[in-house]
């Protein structure tokens, strides 16, 4: 029981720290006002620091395995991946929009190395459908849907390379083609939800920012 409780304590006290050292990032880029692209800004920074950081585990994980199946070149693009997420966290001269797609971008190419990589049981998808959600939350509805065509795109490429027998992915003996079209269907069924509700609740917020700002403007004056 001891030991549980020191363990709880132990992730509460890291969390906090994370959280406040989040919280004091965000001061110091100057991410406090109260508009819609502040706001994005503080949750680009949230997504891709903690992912930065958090990464550092999976990465590490990645080139264990990969030294010890004397595969280097997997651990150098993840290294490269890992680079290019730091570049987009720390560079903050370069448009807000750049960096977003950036970030969606690493997400997506994650994704796609992954199936290439494992196939249809390994994260890929997880990291298409993060990719989604991240654009409808920094960029907007009509982003989020380009991104859900490129993921359908994916989907249609991998069905005719695997219809075609270009890709033999170890699983296949257990994994059919009509089973990679039945989840591709039901990813783009889920993504579509919740990208798009996501887009809309943000820009209804921002509406929301915009006309506060007004009545305050009103008030001042």
């Not at 363990?7 to 001061?27: P, V």
């Not at 199946?69 to 997997?74: D, L, N, Q, Y």
């Not at 993060?130 to 380009?146: N, Q, R």
């Not at 579509?192 to 915009?210: D, K, N, Y």
């Amino acid at each position: 029981m001891r030991s549980s409780k020191t363990i709880n304590i132990s992730l509460g006290s890291f969390s906090a720290a994370i959280a406040r050292h989040l919280s004091a990032f965000a001061d110091r880029l100057g991410l406090r006002e109260n508009t819609l692209h502040a706001w994005r800004e503080k949750i680009f920074v949230a997504i891709f620091l903690s992912s930065s950081l958090l990464g550092l585990i999976p990465l590490y994980s990645t080139i264990k395995w990969g030294i010890q199946h004397h595969k280097v070149g997997i651990h150098f693009i993840y290294v490269g991946f890992f680079c290019w997420l730091m570049a987009i966290v720390i560079i903050r001269k370069l448009p807000f929009k750049f960096r977003a797609w950036n970030g969606i971008a690493i997400y997506f190419l994650l994704g796609l190395f992954s199936l290439i990589q494992i196939g249809p049981m390994g994260s890929g998808r997880l990291w298409l459908f993060g990719a989604a959600v991240i654009a409808s939350l920094l960029l907007g509805i009509w982003e989020s849907i380009i991104v859900l065509i490129s993921i359908t795109a994916v989907s249609v490429i991998f069905w005719y390379l695997l219809n075609s027998g270009v890709v033999a992915w170890n699983v296949m003996e257990n994994y059919s083609i009509g089973t990679w079209v039945a989840t591709s269907v039901t990813q783009f069924f889920l993504c579509g939800i919740v990208t798009i509700s996501l887009a809309v609740l943000v820009s209804s917020l921002g509406r929301i920012i915009t006309k506060e700002q007004l009545v305050t403007a009103d008030l001042r004056e």
